[in-house]
């Protein structure tokens, strides 16, 4: 958490900085994902500028946008320095027989949902606090009672509150992507251990039953999993690129190592 979480009603925040540039405007409070998603993307603007493939009169700005010229350049600054292995065919049989769930066809769950949306002009941190509390006394509560049901109904600003928070069987294509993979190809029933994220605000979910679908020969799922582990050789070797650009940096209000891959724009 940064200092920013820690500021009180009478004491600014201070401004989260990358070698004195402003990541946001004075008197803004962002959550700690938003902090680390502008630093890394500043952090890879100036890179950029350095390599030569950014005009130095590009302008950082306090909203989180960058220009598209912007934009390009770290996409090219990326494509050149990122070196990013291809993955043998044993590390796909490898990987595919640890996560064989992730890619079970036809895979379907009953869920149920309280949803904390994230709209203009709401505070995050205090939104956030309000979920995680609300996180843990659901996960402690009675699983003889209904307390999920009529949290849902108190709470939650998706329309099936009014049920409960009940979704029905749902399938991946069902829902949001960001939201699919945290639910998906996992195991086990009940208030799952931490917040789901996805565009629409933060998610307390608790899975009631899994159907897990048809297993499927590795052949048939081969070209997904090559993908999924070169997507992970490319989120450790940007990890590792924006540590080295971090090192060299001066970074003021925002804690770069909080999360378990970056956020870049």
């Not at 940064?2 to 009180?8: G, P």
């Not at 004075?26 to 680390?36: E, F, S, Y």
């Not at 010229?69 to 027989?97: G, K, M, N, W, Y």
């Not at 956030?128 to 009675?142: G, N, P, S």
Request: with cysteine; glycine share 8%.
């Amino acid at each position: 958490m940064t200092a920013l979480c820690c500021a009180t009603a009478t004491t600014p925040a201070p401004v989260a900085r990358i070698d004195g540039v402003a990541l946001h405007a004075a008197g803004d409070v962002l959550d700690a994902d938003t902090l680390r998603q502008r630093a890394c993307t500043e952090l890879l603007r100036r890179a950029a500028q350095r390599a030569g493939l950014l005009d130095p009169a590009d302008a950082p700005s306090a909203d989180g946008t960058i220009s598209a010229a912007a934009s390009q350049a770290i996409e090219a600054l990326l494509e050149r320095e990122l070196s990013v292995p291809e993955p043998t065919d044993d590390a796909c049989r490898r990987h595919f027989a640890a996560h064989a769930a992730r890619y079970a066809q036809g895979e379907r769950l009953r869920l149920r949902h309280l949803l904390f949306a994230v709209t203009e002009g709401v505070d995050v941190v205090a939104l956030r606090k309000r979920a995680e509390a609300l996180l843990v006394e659901l996960r402690c509560a009675d699983p003889a009672g209904d307390a999920f049901g009529a949290a849902a109904r108190q709470w939650s600003n998706c329309p099936s509150g009014a049920q409960g928070g009940e979704l029905g069987w749902v399938t991946r294509d069902d829902c949001a992507p960001e939201f699919a993979r945290e639910v998906f190809g996992q195991a086990g029933t009940g208030v799952l251990a931490r917040l789901v994220h996805s565009r629409f605000g933060l998610h307390v979910v608790e899975v009631l039953e899994r159907d897990a679908g048809s297993a499927p020969a590795f052949e048939s799922v081969a070209p997904a999993v090559r993908l999924a582990l070169r997507q992970q050789a490319w989120i450790t070797a940007l990890r590792q690129y924006l540590r080295v650009l971090a090192g060299a940096a001066e970074i003021e209000g925002v804690d770069l190592d909080g999360a378990d891959t970056p956020l870049v724009q």
